[in-house]
């Protein structure tokens, strides 16, 4: 029988706020590109959508529409969701590769 792959479980590593913080720093030097998802893991290691929406102020639907992988939120949003977890964007300048 061929070995059964399942999807990596972010949730589980992210506990504590500074595992969020580390999170998504790498994610941000990674590829910013992939913000969207890294906070739908993070909600979901957080209590999920519901728990995100009562920290934010917006609904769980326009949390879900955001945080798709073929969404394009607003940066007021992302802003929004990022304070939820006391945490902050910072500019940081590339690194020659």
Known sequence: MGEKISRFNFAKYLESEDD???????????DP????????????????????????GLSREALYRSLTEESDPRYSTICRIVDAYDTRLVPKKKVAS
Do not use: C, Q
């Not at 969020?20 to 990674?30: C, R």
């Not at 993070?42 to 929406?53: E, I, P, Q, S």
């Open 20 to 30: 969020i913080t580390y999170f998504l720093e790498a994610v941000m030097d990674e």
């Open 33 to 56: 590109a992939l913000l969207p998802a890294a906070l739908r893991e993070v909600a979901r290691a957080n209590g999920g959508m519901t728990a995100l929406a009562r920290k934010t």
